[in-house]
């Protein structure tokens, strides 16, 4: 076996470890694929005759690779939507996702990956590196260009977010979390009277300017509407703190696509408001509940 054969060995018996960090960074199989394998391309390119732990370095260059996917992800993002987007209230999940994906999603949680999908790259990264693998906050200082100190203040914020905090009194967060698991199940499964049980009279629905260019209404207002709006859909949304109110979210398979805020009074939804631009879902505290 010549030097290429056994580095390529060595590879391979860190691969898993590998593959689990870049799919907790990046959240999609196939780019955790790429991003191992562009991985691999920089070690058959390096010289590593001085390294003595292959584990940690190549922990460390995947790590460098979904930081620096997960912020081009994130310029692509603040680039003008030209393109209609889905509605995915109308959708459903995903059909084009691999199944191994989603039983992957499952298996790391779905509710995590939500949270760490409105997470800033280097928050994520410090909080995978280090709550998710044990990574010491001196080795992903280097990675974030930030000091340990620094690292562990991102990984610290990630934390908060991915917990998440409720800012009404427990009893009113019971009662909001009923009202919505009920307006959901309402909704897909097409019953109409009952989401009209579940609206005030003069609820209020309104889209965001990336749902209105999909040609999702803007506003909508009353409750015989609006629940047209919602009847047979709802299918990937699941209950979530949302700035610590309970709303809704709709994330197929782990991956955020929108959130919505509501407004209850007096058992009533009065008020919806769907959003859809990623800019604006980034700024969310989010904390998937239980259906």
Known sequence: MNEYDGLAVRFEANRPHLRAVAYRMLGSLSEADDAVQESWLRLSRADTSGVGNLGGWLTTVVARVCLDMLRARTSRREEPLDAPRPNPMVSRASESDPEHEALLADAVGVALLVVLDTLDPAERLAFVLHDLFAVPFDEIAPIVGRSPT?????????????????????????????????????????????????????VVFRADRSLARAGAAREVHGAAAVARQFAGRARAAR???????????????????????LTITHGKIAAIEAIADPAQLGQLDLAVLDD
């Open 150 to 202: 620094a690292a562990r203040q991102l990984a610290s914020r990630a934390r908060r977010r991915v917990r998440g905090t409720a800012t009404i009194p427990a009893a009113d967060l019971t009662r909001q979390h009923a009202v919505v698991r009920a307006f959901l199940a309402a909704s897909r499964g097409g019953d109409f009277d009952a989401l009209l049980a579940m609206l005030d009279p003069n």
């Open 239 to 261: 209950p979530a703190l949302v700035n610590g109110a309970v709303g809704a979210i709709v994330a197929p398979h782990g991956r955020l696509m929108m959130v919505l805020r």
